[in-house]
């Protein structure tokens, strides 16, 4: 059964940093993808960053390139989203997605509706 736990989120002053960690299990990152995504309220959900086994190159969306950068450990199964520069307008709950098999993009990834698990998301509080 896959799992995506996700977690580091809380409540950050503009300009502070957070990490948010998503713990995966039940699949192998080797042929995987995985990817950030947020959802703001009243707002449409967003692909902030993604990875692909078959992509030497992630995704950012341009809102947070620069500020965020996407990494992970296959051997602790875990994909991070080291968060600097926060921004009241980053405010959202944050989603850890994945698509098990998949040997396109990064950019796909999180510009298509491909994914297969979602987690329940940790939410992310920018205050001014």
């Known amino acids: 059964e896959v799992q995506l736990v996700e977690s580091g989120g809380g409540l950050v002053q503009a300009g502070g940093s957070l990490r948010l960690s998503c713990a995966a299990s039940g699949f192998t990152f080797d042929d995987a993808a995985i990817g950030w995504f947020r959802q703001a309220p009243g707002k449409e959900r967003e692909g902030v960053s993604c990875i692909s086994s078959s992509d030497s190159r992630p995704y950012y969306a341009a809102s947070v390139k620069g500020r965020f950068t996407i990494s992970s450990d296959s051997a602790k199964n875990t994909v991070y989203l080291q968060m600097n520069n926060l921004k009241p307008e980053d405010t959202a709950v944050y989603y850890c997605?994945?698509?098990?098999?998949?040997?396109?993009?990064?950019?796909?990834?999180?510009?298509?509706?491909?994914?297969?698990?979602w987690g329940k998301g940790t939410p992310v509080t920018v205050s001014s």
């Open positions: 997605a994945v698509i098990r098999v998949w040997f396109g993009s990064a950019y796909n990834v999180c510009l298509r509706d491909v994914l297969d698990y």
